[in-house]
T-cell receptor, first 109, second 112 residues
Framework: TQLLEQSPQFLSIQEGENLTVYCNSS?????LQWYRQEPGEGPVLLVT?????EVKKLKRLTFQFGDARKDSSLHITAAQPGDTGLYLC?????????FGAGTTVTVRA | DTGVSQNPRHKITKRGQNVTFRCDPI?????LYWYRQTLGQGPEFLTY????????KSRLLSDRFSAERPKGSFSTLEIQRTEQGDSAMYLC??????????FGQGTRLTVV
């Protein structure tokens, strides 16, 4: 059983459209991280959010941490084919990270 | 900062053989993690080192698995008597704090 639930599991959109990926849990985390992973490679850290209600922007990507530090979202504006990949959220408790199953995003040119 | 390095990138082995993977963390990162990832799933925690001390092992890690981190530098993960169910991507990550873990490219193990 995954501690973090991600939705949707798969997302296929046209270039230029917007998308949102959700990460939910019943547990409280001290911080939450978002990673992107390409096939055959390790996850690459995109952002860490620490404070409840925090919003971080990374170019066309916007990350939000829920007020109660149990959930998070990733919004991509005007998606591009280079955004294609597996997006993973990971919650930190004590010294380790627990991952969701990921959302596979495909952006069609 | 050369990043986390894992070797080999790919390993194909026959069932029953032993395999060993190596992870070289980012220098000065005292925390080192091993994760396992299967198709369609997120990484699952296997074990954690702080410096040379192994502080936690997941229940996923049967007695066929052993990990070491001598002198708090590189780490090795050994799987004895491999089984087909061990086929997965084995990921190593290092960090200074739990809020920023950096992963290597992984070792893809295929047991035939």
């Amino acid at each position: 059983t995954q501690l973090l639930e991600q939705s949707p599991q798969f997302l296929s959109i046209q270039e230029g459209e917007n998308l949102t990926v959700y990460c939910n849990s019943s547990s409280v985390f001290s911080s939450l991280q978002w990673y992107r992973q390409e096939p055959g490679e390790g996850p690459v850290l995109l952002v860490t959010v620490v404070t409840g209600g925090e919003v971080k922007k990374l170019k066309r990507l916007t990350f939000q941490f829920g007020d109660a530090r149990k959930d998070s979202s990733l919004h991509i504006t005007a998606a591009q084919p280079g955004d294609t990949g597996l997006y993973l959220c990971a919650g930190a408790r004590d010294y380790k990270l627990s991952f969701g199953a990921g959302t596979t995003v495909t952006v069609r040119a | 900062d050369t990043g986390v390095s894992q070797n080999p990138r790919h390993k194909i082995t026959k069932r029953g053989q032993n395999v060993t993977f190596r992870c070289d963390p980012i220098s000065e990162h005292n925390r080192l993690y091993w994760y396992r990832q299967t198709l369609g799933q997120g990484p699952e925690f296997l074990t954690y080192f702080q410096n040379e001390a192994q502080l936690e092992k997941s229940r996923l890690l049967s007695d066929r698995f052993s990990a070491e981190r001598p002198k708090g530098s590189f780490s090795t993960l050994e799987i004895q008597r491999t089984e087909q169910g061990d086929s997965a991507m084995y990921l190593c990550a290092s960090s200074r704090t739990v809020t920023e873990a950096f992963f290597g490219q992984g070792t893809r193990l295929t047991v035939v």
